[in-house]
């Protein structure tokens, strides 16, 4: 297990960034998915837990078969998904990443967001832990990012809102902005595989590190398209976002609705404490291989499939598959970033 903090300023308020990270998410979603391949949302509803009250409850399927190296789509079964489950009771979230066909991996994000510039060191309780966290601090206008990502609408170095005149963002734009707030990420990620678990956990964090830099790049890039949005405009454009995504990726589930009365928490299998993330929307790198990205020889492709486990899987498997999957990042080697 290996778990690293990352903390996320953004020249907006919690308030705004309520409905900006919904709208982000949403759009993003369905820019990312393709027939067959993308973000299905199976369920989005009103949640009620009994520590932190009413919350949305939201499960997706990120479908990345095609992704998959002509010889892995052999091995595996011909459709798998991740399964994603988010708990959003902003300001606070959880959001956990399963996958069948790797039993043994997971990834579990809880979040906070504060009206700060990422000064508190203690948002997460100051209960020891095994050992000390690592914080990655994560800076949307300066942090490079994968060339294949880049748009130059959305560098923030050069944007600035015409509705809300924020921005250009200067170098040191944290220790001057205001509005200012921060999204704190406590982020755990488990591949309990002998011999492999390590540099799987490492590689997995570091392109964590980049999702997470692009979706909140992109939530302020677009906050002229989201922030006259009330909450119930911003759902609305939720609900048929991700019916038009589901039709896109050529899945016909029933149609998803928003509902208004909350479920109570016994009809969710999931943590009492629930969280969701903006993380969670693109179809995760971190179980695609990346196109363009170099790798060192030390860094382990993807490992994460879904899917029923077929017969014979075993370390030896797993092994060559991380090295065909690093030679393939090697041959599609270039600038990085996300």
């Not at 391949?37 to 369920?43: L, N, S």
């Not at 011909?78 to 902003?90: D, P």
């Not at 990422?118 to 948002?123: L, Q, R, T």
């Not at 509005?179 to 570091?206: A, D, N």
Request: charge should be negative; charged fraction near 25%; hydrophobic fraction near 30%.
């Amino acid at each position: 297990m290996l778990m690293k903090e990352y903390r996320i300023c953004m020249p907006l308020t919690v308030e705004e960034y309520r409905i900006g990270q919904l709208y982000m998410i949403s759009k993003h979603s369905h820019e990312q998915s393709e027939r067959g391949e993308g973000v299905e949302v199976v369920q989005n509803e009103p949640y009620e837990d009994p520590e932190h009250g009413s919350g949305q409850f939201t499960e997706k399927r990120i479908y990345l078969n095609n992704k998959l190296p002509s010889w892995a789509r052999a091995v595996v079964p011909k459709i798998f998904y991740i399964t994603e489950k988010a708990w959003n009771y902003y300001p606070y979230t959880i959001t956990e990443y399963t996958c069948s066909f790797l039993p043994k991996f997971s990834i579990h994000i809880e979040t906070k967001y504060e009206d700060n510039k990422g000064s508190n060191d203690n948002i997460f309780g100051s209960e020891p832990r095994e050992e000390e966290t690592e914080v990655w601090v994560v800076d949307i206008a300066y942090d490079e990012i994968p060339e294949r990502h880049y748009k130059e609408s959305e560098d923030l170095r050069y944007f600035k809102s015409k509705k809300t005149n924020r921005g250009i963002l200067q170098e040191g734009w944290i220790n001057n902005q205001d509005p200012i707030m921060c999204s704190y990420k406590l982020v755990t990620v488990k591949f309990e595989v002998w011999g492999l678990q390590t540099r799987v956990e490492q590689f997995v964090h570091k392109v964590i590190r980049d999702v997470l830099l692009l979706g909140h790049r992109q939530a302020f890039a677009w906050v002229d398209e989201w922030i006259d949005m009330t909450m119930e405009e911003v759902r609305e454009y939720e609900r048929a976002t991700q019916e038009a995504t589901n039709l896109k990726i050529g899945t016909f589930p029933p149609a998803i609705s928003i509902s208004e009365t909350p479920l109570p928490s016994s009809t969710r299998s999931g943590p009492n404490s629930a969280p969701s993330t903006p993380l969670s929307t693109e179809a995760p790198e971190f179980l695609s291989v990346p196109k363009e990205r170099p790798r060192k020889k030390s860094a382990p492709e993807t490992l994460t499939l879904a899917g029923s486990r077929p017969q014979g899987f075993n370390l030896q498997t797993a092994q060559l598959f991380l090295l065909e999957l690093q030679s393939t990042a090697r041959m599609r080697a270039a600038p990085c970033h996300w």
